[in-house]
């Protein structure tokens, strides 16, 4: 598995145990997360009116946030650790079937069906090229996250 990959794969992880952890601690402790005294003139009366509210609402979307992050987050990279202890990563070789394009030029996300049984995958990995539907590719990646990194890619020139 590339460096790149893992690296990612510890900062994902990271980024949301600690989005986690401070809100949470905040919203334990009883800060007021939305305080009339900091909000512009012209709407420090409303807020100061609706403020335990607007609060309420703020501390259920975070928890809600929290509660998305660990199911699909959290939980999926605790139980990649194992794979990526021993290096026991996951192998797809077959055709893309769809491609994402993604916000960072340097990530692909596709669909790869594997020619022997059928099965489809999704993986994420980096390749600076465009993939087209049709081509080729052997991937080794992270079982439950997804991530993976590209082993060996044959264009085609027919997509099926």
Known sequence: MSRAILNRFFIYFI???????????LILMGKRLIKHEQAPPYSAEWIKKHENALNT???????VISVV????????SIMDLPSIINK?????????????LTK??????????????GKVVHVQFYYRNYIHRGDVLEVWYLPYTRMGT???IVKTDNPW
């Open 57 to 63: 609402v703020v501390k259920s979307l975070i928890g």
């Open 69 to 76: 992050m660990i199911i699909y987050c959290i939980i999926p």
């Open 88 to 100: 026991d990563y996951k192998v797809i070789r077959g055709r893309v079937v769809t491609q994402a």
């Open 104 to 117: 960072d030029a340097k990530t692909q996300s596709v669909k790869i069906q594997n020619d022997m049984t």
């Open 15 to 25: 980024v949301c145990i600690l989005f986690i952890v401070i809100f949470g601690i």
């Open 150 to 152: 590209l082993i060996s």
